[in-house]
Nanobody, 125 residues
Framework: QVQLVESGGGLVQAGGSLRLSCAASGRTFSRYAMGWFRQAPGKEREFVAAISGNGVSTVYADSVKGRFTISRDNAKNTVYLQMNSLKPEDTAVYYC??????????????????WGQGTQVTVSS
């Protein structure tokens, strides 16, 4: 069992930055690939970024590539999402999730076993 708790969301102006954190419980954190997803009102949950258990491999949605960076610190059981050059369309609830396998299906939300409660990110224009 893995419990995930996100933090770091808030209100920021367009062009600004935020760093989200996701703290995980348990002693097997490094075995899990981790992903960030987001969901805006009236829209489906969408993939943002993912990172392998050892932190070597990462993948991003085209909409955030070059602006967002995912990273992890396995000693602290934490995964991060650094968000720069934020746009109003980045406004959403952001969720972190844990998946047992880093595979070609890592972008699919139904591949993930555990989810956090989400943190709100609002970007004003």
């Amino acid at each position: 069992q893995v419990q995930l708790v996100e933090s770091g969301g808030g209100l920021v102006q367009a062009g600004g930055s935020l760093r989200l954190s996701c703290a995980a419980s348990g002693r097997t954190f490094s075995r899990y690939a981790m992903g960030w997803f987001r969901q805006a009102p009236g829209k489906e949950r969408e993939f943002v970024a993912a990172i392998s258990g050892n932190g070597v491999s990462t993948v991003y949605a085209d909409s955030v590539k070059g602006r967002f960076t995912i990273s992890r610190d396995n000693a602290k059981n934490t995964v991060y999402l650094q968000m720069n050059s934020l746009k109003p369309e980045d406004t959403a609830v952001y969720y972190c999730a844990a998946d047992g396998i880093y595979s070609s299906r890592i972008r699919r939300p139904d591949e993930y076993d555990y989810w956090g409660q989400g943190t709100q990110v609002t970007v004003s224009s």
